[in-house]
């Protein structure tokens, strides 16, 4: 059973950081990516970032120069350091596992593109 596990949300005043982290397992695909999207109350699922098993790596453009993903060792821990964070960033953040990806490019950010979800982590970003 494939299983995503977030961590390390929290609270944080506007300008400071957190660090992301989604424990992937229960799988053993060829290929992949896990991303990370959000979710603001009221506002559709958006996605946020993802990283390939070749390590190629997607931004949406209002986190490029602020957020950074990467993965461990393992490659089945997905990374997103946040900074300088925006009250905008405000939201529940989820990782998620698309197999077989196709047109990553054009497509990463896509949240029906994704077969497996974990229950997500809040972040809450105060002014």
């Known amino acids: 059973e494939v299983q995503l596990v977030e961590s390390g949300g929290g609270l944080v005043q506007a300008g400071g950081s957190l660090r992301l982290s989604c424990a992937a397992s229960?799988?053993?695909?060829?290929?992949?990516?896990i991303g990370w999207f959000r979710q603001a109350p009221g506002k559709e699922r958006e996605g946020v970032s993802c990283i390939s098993r070749r390590g190629n790596t997607y931004y949406r453009d209002s986190v490029k120069g602020r957020f950074t993903i990467s993965s461990g060792d393992t490659k089945n821990t997905v990374y997103l350091q946040m900074n300088s964070l925006k009250p905008e960033d405000t939201a529940i953040y989820y990782c998620?596992?698309?197999?077989?990806?196709?047109?990553?490019?054009?497509?990463?950010?896509?949240?029906?593109?994704?077969?497996?979800w974990g229950q997500g982590t809040q972040v809450t970003v105060a002014s």
């Open positions: 229960g799988f053993t695909f060829d290929d992949y990516v």
């Open positions: 998620a596992l698309w197999k077989d990806p196709r047109d990553l490019e054009w497509h990463w950010g896509w949240p029906y593109e994704y077969d497996y």
